[in-house]
Structure formats: C-alpha cells, structure tokens
C-alpha cells in the first residue's frame, strides 16, 4: 500500500486546490485513527500493565535515550547522504515504538503479551509531547524551524481524539476493535505517504536523491534492528528479566512507529520538505517488520 501511494504521487501528485482539499481529509483521517487507538485502549488493562514498572522504563529507555543517542552518533552520515536524509534518520530515532507489531511478534515468539501492550502504547501515548520535545532539542540545529504551537496542533489533532476515544469506548470499543476499521489505520498512513510525496514532487526535491543512497538507507536499517535487538536482548538478560520479559524489551524497544511517526511528521514539520524526512522511517519500518517477523518465528520453535 505504501509503494502504491509512492507510485501514484510520483506519477499523479497532488497540486493546487486538490493538494489542500486531500490534506484537509488527511488530517481528518488521522484524528479518526487516533480516536480509535483510544476507543481500543482498555485503561483497565493499563492500569494493570504498569504495576510492571520496571520493564516499561527500561523500554521506554531504548525507544527515547538509547536510539536518540544512535541518531546523533550517526550524524558524519551527514556528509554523505546530506542533510536532508541525515535529519530524516535522526527523526526515525525520536519516533515511538509500534504498537499492533510489537504485540504481535510478542505473542508469536511466546513473550510477555500484557507487558507489550503497555509499553508499546505508553510510548506512543507519551511520544505526542517527547517527540517533538526532542525533535526541537536534536533537529534545531539542522536548519528545521519547529514553532512552540506544535504541542498545541499536536494536542488538537492528536491528543483530543485519542482522549475522545477513551472517554467514548464504552460505545465504541467493539465498533474499533472491528477488523474493517482497522484499516484505517492503513488507509491514514498511504494518504500520509502520497501527500508527502507529492509534495517532494512538487517541489522537485526527489531529484537529489540517488539510487545508491536508498541502497545505504536500507543496509543501514538492516544493520540498526540486528543490533538493537542483540542490545535489548544482552540488557533485558543483564538486568535479570525473564525470558518473556526479555522477549517484550526486545520486540518493543527495537520498533519504529510508521503509524504514529508519518502522522507527527506531518503535524510537526508542516510544509518543510517531509518528503525526504519521512523516507529513512519508511525504510526501517520495512526492514524491521521483515527482520522481525523471522526472530519471533525462531523463538516460538525454540518453545516448542
């Protein structure tokens, strides 16, 4: 779906009055997908999952301290893919983890399933306020203006219907849970993606892009998710959690939102080129979807 959506904006982009009448419905699609990540939350079932502090700090840790420092690490890259694909790499690093594959390749590989839930929905849900926080401390510097109204748009866009969701699901958690609806969480990220690559149409930005800087962009996520998941799984043993447990650190605190990182982009950047700035997340998401979807198949026959 997202190859399509890139297909399509690089053959038929989005210009003029259509341009502004399709991101005005991508920006409703994307207050209906976070209303229905609130109508899905159980705060049961999260007030539950917390009791396990320590497992959700010590994921909470990879996805916001562990991969940021491996963004500004990774800044020489800056002289070889410039800085645009540079800033699209550090932003990959602010974004939250997933939630629906960290749950699912937790529950394949026979991990700590609650505990995933938890972790990886606490992410996004404090990742609303840490992500753009970051992106204004790290990104700054790269020539990326952010203006303090991104909390409030992000609050508006974001926040208020996921708050929306949960003051609702009385009403609307089955509807939520139904598995046509949960397209739309697909559906939101393909309009995300063929707004912002129209926009680089447009603008004629994907011309200083080169085919071997995709081939980089794609070993080098392949070499980021092998390593940060030897990390977490080396932390998760060092620290003394138990295997399910460890199994969670590594599926949640590996991951990279695509759902939630397109939508913030599109929030917080606006109309500063988001097009080149998403394309290194769009990359590892791939990649980790792959990679990890082989490790959670290895260790549920390890189980067996």
């Known amino acids: 779906l997202i190859l399509t959506a890139v297909g399509i904006a690089i053959f038929f982009p989005a210009r003029g009055d259509f341009a502004e009448g399709f991101s005005a419905a991508t920006k409703i699609a994307i207050a209906l997908l976070f209303f229905l990540y609130g109508a899905r939350l159980s ?42 694909l540079y800033l699209g790499l550090l932003y990959l690093m602010l974004v939250p983890s997933t939630v629906q594959s960290s749950v699912a390749f937790t529950s394949i590989a026979r991990g700590n399933v609650p505990g995933a839930i938890v972790s990886a929905s606490a992410s996004n849900l404090l990742g609303i306020v ?53 397209q739309i969480d697909r559906l939101s ?8 690559f129209s926009e680089g149409m447009v603008d004629g930005i994907w011309t200083r892009v080169s085919w071997w800087q995709i081939i980089f962009l794609v070993a080098l996520a392949v070499a980021l998710v092998e390593a940060m ?17 460890c199994i969670a650190i590594q599926f949640c605190g ?31 998401h791939q990649v980790q979807l792959m990679i990890c979807a082989v490790r959670a198949s290895k260790y549920a026959k390890d189980v067996a």
């Open 43 to 84: 705060p049961q079932e999260a007030v539950a999952g917390f009791k396990h502090w320590k497992l959700h700090a010590t994921i909470l840790s990879f996805t916001y301290l562990v991969f940021p420092l491996v963004g500004l690490a990774l800044f020489p890259l800056k002289y070889l893919l410039g800085n645009e």
């Open 130 to 182: 840490i992500t753009p926080l970051l992106v204004m401390l790290l990104m700054g510097s790269g020539g990326i203006k952010i203006s303090g109204n991104v909390f409030l748009d992000i609050a508006i866009q974001l926040l208020l219907p996921f708050v929306l969701g949960q003051l609702t699901r009385r009403f609307t958690a089955s509807f939520a849970k139904n598995h046509l609806v949960k």
């Open 189 to 196: 990220i393909a309009m995300v993606v063929y707004a912002a």
């Open 229 to 245: 998941l030897w990390f977490t799984g080396f932390a998760g043993k060092k620290l003394g959690f138990t295997r399910e447990d």
């Open 254 to 284: 590996t991951k990279k939102s695509l759902a939630t990182g397109l939508p913030m982009a599109a929030v917080i950047f606006g109309g500063a080129g988001v097009g080149l700035l998403i394309l290194p997340l769009m990359v590892f």
